[in-house]
């Protein structure tokens, strides 16, 4: 039983190096000086650090305003996608009504449907309505793509909360809405932390859409911001990486700050689906 233990250990360990590995090469390249950076050698530890890379990164033009963008179209489609997730969630889980499977095996044909065979059609059908360049366009699309993820897990953790709880408190005077409020609601707090935590992954993360929808570099996202360190010349990649790090921070500080709801809410919802 020890020796089991100790090599689900090992073989944890192991994939946890494997997907922190390319991380940590981004942090390392970041601090390297730009004559170390093209060595033919695999510098793990960086021998000298500087900073220069990251005050490169955050001196480019346009790096607030991509930040901003962002930061509101990500959070516009996840709140708006979380919003009516919950509202289909209650839907599926909580009412009988004909054609309920048939949606929600629709919405898991929606999750599996890949980004790039939604591009062409997103495109006309935004270039036909003239929101081209637009961020709320934007969002638009990000709400569509992350609602179906929304609704599908929410349902699982409304699944999750027994029916009897919310009909106990309507024999106690709540109504509908109240029993939702003052019962469900509260429950379903980590697995909102949860879902939305992932749905604004997507979102931040989202490359293609917001390179073919706008041309405005006003109206640029980070991730296409980032693209601007690859250029005739080459690619500088101490910048590159320093940015890099800097557009996963506020991913990573807000993943710190809800990590212990978002581990509850990813267990409960895996009771019920």
Same mark, same amino acid.
């Given at each position: ?5 100790v090599?689900?250990?090992?073989v944890a360990l192991v ?17 390297k000086p730009?004559k170390d950076?093209l060595s033919?050698?695999?510098d793990?530890v ?5 900073g220069?890379?990251?005050?490169t990164?955050?001196?480019k033009?346009g790096f607030?305003t991509?930040?901003?963008?962002s930061l509101?179209v990500?959070?516009?489609a996840v709140?708006?996608a ?10 599926l889980?909580r009412?009988?009504?004909?054609g309920?499977?048939?949606f929600?095996?629709?919405?898991l ?5 890949p ?14 309505l003239?929101?081209l360049?637009?961020?709320?366009a ?7 793509v992350?609602l179906p ?7 699982g ?8 709880l919310?009909?106990?408190a309507?024999?106690d005077g709540?109504?509908r809405?109240?029993a939702f ?7 379903l707090?980590?697995g909102?932390v ?5 749905a604004?992954?997507t979102?931040w993360?989202?490359f293609?859409?917001a ?8 109206k640029? %996202? &980070? *991730? +296409?911001w980032?693209?601007?360190?690859q250029?005739?010349?080459g690619?500088?990649? @101490?910048?590159?990486?320093? #940015?890099?790090a800097l557009? %996963? &921070? *506020? +991913? ?12 509850? @809410?990813?267990?409960a919802g #895996?009771v019920?689906?």
């Amino acid at each position: 039983m020890k020796t089991k233990k100790v090599s689900a250990n090992v073989v944890a360990l192991v994939v946890a190096l494997f997907f922190a590995f390319p991380t940590y090469w981004m942090v390392a390249t970041a601090l390297k000086p730009r004559k170390d950076l093209l060595s033919s050698g695999y510098d793990l530890v960086p021998f000298s650090v500087t900073g220069s890379n990251f005050a490169t990164a955050w001196a480019k033009p346009g790096f607030l305003t991509a930040l901003g963008n962002s930061l509101l179209v990500s959070l516009g489609a996840v709140l708006a996608a979380i919003v009516v997730g919950l509202l289909a969630a209650l839907a599926l889980s909580r009412m009988r009504f004909k054609g309920r499977k048939g949606f929600v095996m629709m919405m898991l044909v929606a999750q599996m449907a890949p980004f790039e065979a939604l591009l062409i059609p997103m495109f006309l059908m935004m270039r036909d309505l003239d929101l081209l360049d637009r961020l709320p366009a934007l969002a638009l699309i990000y709400f569509a793509v992350t609602l179906p993820f929304c609704a599908w897990t929410l349902r699982g953790f409304v699944n999750g909360i027994p029916l009897e709880l919310e009909e106990a408190a309507m024999v106690d005077g709540c109504g509908r809405w109240g029993a939702f409020r003052r019962v469900t609601l509260p429950l379903l707090g980590p697995g909102l932390v949860a879902t939305s935590v992932f749905a604004f992954v997507t979102a931040w993360n989202e490359f293609l859409f917001a390179l073919s929808l706008i041309n405005d570099q006003a109206k640029q %996202t &980070l *991730p +296409v911001w980032l693209s601007g360190f690859q250029s005739a010349f080459g690619t500088d990649w @101490g910048g590159a990486m320093a #940015a890099s790090a800097l557009f %996963t &921070l *506020p +991913v990573l500080v807000f993943f710190l700050i809800v990590q212990r709801k978002m581990v509850t @809410g990813v267990t409960a919802g #895996a009771v019920k689906g």
